[in-house]
């Protein structure tokens, strides 16, 4: 494995407040943060990447949706640092005119947003699906598991595009910008929920029979509360390692519909649309069109991925 | 075994019969196919006649029926975007689609094995290291971004290889091939690593990791007890008891590859199924869609069903497992 994880020394943990947050984080899994450079710089990328995506309407030099600010008269200008360029736009501009740093910056909190409200809605869907289904069994769990099956064996992309393929067909077209964020969400969305499912599945199964379930449910405590408060805490575990890489895999396929010209419009632009556009100028030369964003997406998916590593070799008691 | 194919064989047909019902219903609820056949000014009459007579006011299943009768019969009716019929367009696709995806699963077995064997034999070598970290950048980029990075150096920077289009193709029969002519093999090395480079890093950590897992097992040291040669433990008796996931996931990732086709087609302009599908969609092109939709879904079900029987053939211990799923393990 990259993280350096695997060969750590077990150390106690110090006693700390109560907490659910406290618990999950507890002191093992930080040690083994700390201990991991390539972990430490992969979260930095991603604190830097998301909390200036997310402060994009402050930090951002120029509002590219502000179409009475772009001039025509500016488009194409290189970066500051090549002939020609300016530090009015430090990473050139596109062919509008757009400020290419500004637009990288949107762009990145639209797949953020997207890839966050897929692996949410994956998260409330999955999980409540595999505690159904391994906490009530019988037909319930073979059905939602025969689906779960046969969608597993389908790539996520290509899930993907049909659903916003058939989505888009289905509805109507001039409303087809409007909804075109909904249509992508949902479409990254049904991969993440099945694997969320069947894990959450496979932990209940084995939870289910525990003697605090049992004495849980001989003083009554109803099977619902069981599945929420009683079983769900003993599974985030590996929910959390899936939550990390979906987010990654989802943002991925959000930047390739995105990209084919199935995802998000012009109008409402990921990183994923300004490499398609960019990709129009590689020929001609103007390479910072693609270039920047391409490099925001490709950090950021490496970032998550290797959060995702980490915390997957922390939590494998396995490995431990 | 028998029960297991017909449950198998049972499962198969009703994905089938779901996928075509999707594609049935595109058809279906999507637009008016009436309105776009007739004029402003045909009368509601001849309207209902014409329904009549294409059998559009017949009930849901009796239509359903009737489509995939059709469907069975490979005929998917006309596209909107290229007004010819779907199937002969997606024929004479297939083959950019077929070859492309060979060469790029040749690839990525060829150079992923070796990769893997290496990094599970010497997982603490530096080289081991390098290439472990490469995959995990491999994995992370998007397969289009590998494309535009290969098109950037191969074709801009160092104007090699032709970075769109499959260059000259030969006609053989109803096939056309790229493989003949000097143009159609230089055109297809950029898409074709492209479409590798995410199979052969997946190959590559499933050997490394099988192989890591066999090598500790009690067979391979008894194996050393009897003082046989590294080459023959490594060769003979680890790599050997490896394949059966490699063969399962390889055989799985056949489909896989037919998907990311439609990227990489769509990034090199490469003449495909992948890259007609996202013309269709972005056109509503329906009936191509449809067809595309069923087409794909057979793939992946024939693709499914051979693998799992295979596996069942070659894995004897799943054949005392009466439940039937022959997924994980």
């Not at chain 1, 694997?195 to 849980?216: D, H, I, P």
């Not at chain 2, 490394?208 to 066999?214: N, Q």
């Not at chain 2, 489909?255 to 992948?274: D, L």
Request: a neutral charge; proline letters at 5%; one cysteine or more.
């Amino acid at each position: 494995m990259v993280t350096e994880s695997a060969d750590l020394p077990i150390e106690p943990a110090p006693p700390r407040a109560a907490g659910v947050l406290r618990r999950a984080l507890d002191s093992d899994l930080l040690y083994s943060f700390r201990r991991s450079p390539l972990t430490v710089a992969a979260a930095l990328v991603v604190l830097i990447l998301g909390g200036s995506a997310l402060l994009c309407a402050w930090i951002a030099p120029h509002d590219p949706f502000d179409l009475a600010s772009l001039s025509i008269l500016d488009s194409f200008d290189p970066p500051a640092w090549v002939d020609g360029g300016s530090w009015t736009y430090p990473l050139g501009t596109d062919d509008q005119g757009r400020d290419v740093l500004s637009a990288v910056l949107y762009g990145m909190r639209v797949s953020m947003l997207v890839g966050f409200s897929a692996v949410g809605l994956a998260l409330v869907a999955g999980v409540s699906l595999g505690l159904l289904a391994g906490f009530v069994g019988g037909w319930v769990d073979t059905l939602v598991m025969r689906v779960c099956d046969i969608l597993l064996s389908f790539p996520a992309i290509l899930i993907a595009i049909l659903i916003d393929g058939v989505a888009r067909s289905v509805l109507p077209h001039d409303q087809q910008d409007q909804i075109a964020f909904s249509v992508v969400v949902l479409a990254v969305t049904v991969l993440p929920a099945v694997q969320f499912a069947r894990t959450v599945r496979g932990s209940t199964l084995v939870e289910r029979n525990k003697e605090y379930v049992q004495a849980a449910r001989v003083i009554g405590v109803h099977p619902v509360a069981i599945a929420f408060r009683h079983i769900l805490p003993n599974v985030t575990g590996p929910v959390l390692v899936i939550a990390t890489i979906s987010l990654a895999i989802a943002i991925i396929n959000e930047a390739t519909l995105s990209f084919l010209g199935l995802g998000l419009p012009l109008t409402q632009p990921s990183l994923g649309t300004l490499i398609r556009v960019g990709q129009n100028y590689l020929f001609s030369g103007e390479w910072w069109m693609i270039l920047f964003p391409s490099l925001a997406l490709a950090g950021l998916a490496l970032a998550v991925n290797l959060l995702g590593d980490w915390l997957r070799d922390a939590l494998n008691p396995k490995l431990r | 075994m028998i029960a297991f194919v017909i449950r198998r064989l049972g499962q198969s047909i009703a994905v089938m019969l779901v996928v075509g019902l999707i594609a049935f219903s595109l058809f279906a609820y999507v637009g008016d196919p009436i309105s776009s056949m007739v004029g402003q000014d045909t009368t509601m009459a001849d309207r209902a006649k014409l329904r009549h007579d294409l059998g559009l006011d017949d009930p849901f299943f009796v239509q359903f029926g009737r489509f995939l009768l059709n469907a069975a019969h490979g005929n998917f009716g006309i596209s909107y975007q290229y007004a010819r019929p779907v199937q002969q367009l997606l024929a004479e696709r297939l083959p950019a689609t077929l070859e492309l995806s060979f060469a790029a699963a040749v690839i990525a077995l060829l150079v992923g094995l070796p990769m893997g064997v290496y990094t599970g034999l010497r997982p603490e070598s530096w080289l081991s290291r390098i290439f472990m970290t490469l995959s995990l950048i491999g994995v992370s980029l998007p397969t289009f971004l590998t494309g535009i990075l290969l098109i950037w150096i191969f074709a801009v920077v160092l104007g090699w290889l032709p970075s769109f289009g499959r260059g000259d193709v030969v006609q053989l029969g109803g096939w056309t091939t790229g493989f003949l002519t000097l143009s159609g093999l230089k055109a297809l090395i950029l898409p074709a690593t492209t479409l590798a480079l995410f199979q052969m890093t997946l190959i590559m950590r499933l050997v490394r990791s099988e192989m890591l897992e066999v090598l500790r097992t009690d067979y391979i040291k008894f194996a050393r007890a009897r003082g046989l040669p590294n080459r023959m433990v490594y060769f003979g008796h680890a790599l050997k008891n490896t394949l059966v996931p490699v063969i399962t996931i390889t055989g799985l990732q056949i489909g896989s590859i037919i998907a990311f086709s439609i990227i990489t087609e769509t990034v090199f302009q490469w003449p495909g199924m992948g890259f007609l599908i996202v013309q269709a969609i972005g056109f509503a092109d329906v009936p191509v869609m449809a067809c595309y939709l069923v087409l794909v879904a057979f793939f992946f079900v024939v693709i499914n069903l051979i693998v799992d029987l295979l596996y069942y053939a070659v894995d004897p211990r799943l054949r005392l497992d009466r439940t039937g799923t022959a997924h994980g393990h």
